[in-house]
């Protein structure tokens, strides 16, 4: 294994246009690999927008029904004081 390892970075060291970085990496702005990874990025922060807002929207969603369920049978929301009191009291 590591006999491997040392070949490869050999090989690699001695074959620096194998090993070169991307056209991106040296600065050419105006390919269409930039413009692939562009819309890349473009695309993975809808994707991550869409999926928080859905987020969002169902625990707004939770909330107004909750409060619907309230309203409709005329209780309301428990006083989490009343609570602690009342476990005190029973101790």
Do not use: Y
Not at 12 to 38: E, H, K, M, T, Y
Not at 43 to 51: E, F, G, R
Not at 59 to 88: K, M, T, W
Request: aromatic content about 4%.
């Amino acid at each position: 294994m590591t006999r491997r390892l040392g070949v490869c970075t050999v090989v690699s060291l001695l074959a620096p246009r194998v090993a070169s970085a991307c056209p991106v990496c040296f600065g050419a702005s105006d390919g269409p690999i930039l413009q692939g990874s562009n819309m890349g990025i473009l695309a993975l922060l809808l994707v991550t927008l869409a999926v928080l807002g859905a987020f969002g929207m169902f625990f707004r969603n939770l909330a107004q029904r909750a409060q619907s369920a309230i309203e409709a049978n005329g209780a309301r929301p428990p006083d989490p004081a009343a609570a602690v009191s009342r476990e005190r009291a029973t101790q």
